[in-house]
Antibody
Framework: QVQLQESGPGLVKPSETLALTCTVSGASFDNYYWAWIRQPPGKGLEWLGYVSYSGSTSYEPSLKSRLTMSLDRSKNQFSLKLTSATAADTSLYFC??????????????WGQGILVSVSS | SSELIQPPSVSVSPGQTASISCSGDNLRGKYVSWYQKKPGQSPVLSMYQDNKRPSEIPERFSGSNSGKTATLTIRETQAMDEAEYYCQAWDSRNATVIFGGGTKLTVL
């Protein structure tokens, strides 16, 4: 059974770095892409990007300058860092397994989500 | 950037067929996937690559893509199908994943 679980602070101050970790169980990192998706309150889903099994990354262009994603195989974790956080980054953040990339992209397993608020 | 347009809401009576549409700039050649999201729960993949159904999803669910509109169809709709449904595709021009705004399915 593949399971993903997000963890990290639920409150981040403006201008600071939002950092989250996703712990994966029941699956190998190999041949998959490990993604972050967020949902602002009352709004739809927004893809942030992925880190691949090889460590390569792909980011949402509008957030690319602020995003870093990485993989730690020894801990079965992948992580997200979003710098210069603002209130607009307040969202429910999901980690997900991205089964393919490009035109064939879809997400077959998701974490429960973690609510992160950006506020002083 | 490209957009996927969904109706905000769809209502259906129990036992009837619900159709949820997703339109965008030339869906021909794009694969559309669908996710069911209930309050307080994570999204569940309901259909992928237009018309492939994950094994755990009931056969009542089906998908199609005409090139102009993708559609998620739910036959014999049940109360448990009541949820928000999101379509998703890849935007090649901007090299990003795009989601529709979501459709709230109400089973009256």
């Amino acid at each position: 059974q593949v399971q993903l679980q997000e963890s990290g602070p639920g409150l981040v101050k403006p201008s600071e770095t939002l950092a989250l970790t996703c712990t994966v169980s029941g699956a190998s990192f190999d041949n998959y892409y490990w993604a972050w998706i967020r949902q602002p309150p009352g709004k739809g889903l927004e893809w942030l990007g992925y880190v691949s099994y090889s460590g390569s990354t792909s980011y949402e262009p509008s957030l690319k300058s602020r995003l870093t994603m990485s993989l730690d195989r020894s801990k079965n974790q992948f992580s997200l860092k979003l710098t210069s956080a603002t209130a607009a980054d307040t969202s429910l953040y999901f980690c997900a397994r991205q089964k393919e990339r490009g035109l064939r992209t879809f997400f077959d397993y998701w974490g429960q989500g973690i609510l992160v608020s950006v506020s002083s | 950037s490209s957009e996927l347009i969904q109706p905000p809401s769809v209502s259906v009576s129990p036992g009837q067929t619900a159709s949820i549409s997703c339109s965008g700039d030339n869906l021909r050649g794009k694969y559309v996937s669908w996710y069911q999201k209930k309050p307080g729960q994570s999204p569940v993949l309901s259909m992928y690559q237009d018309n492939k159904r994950p094994s755990e999803i009931p056969e009542r669910f089906s998908g199609s893509n005409s090139g102009k509109t993708a559609t998620l169809t739910i036959r014999e709709t049940q109360a448990m199908d009541e949820a928000e449904y999101y379509c998703q595709a890849w935007d090649s021009r901007n090299a990003t994943v795009i989601f529709g705004g979501g459709t709230k399915l109400t089973v009256l």
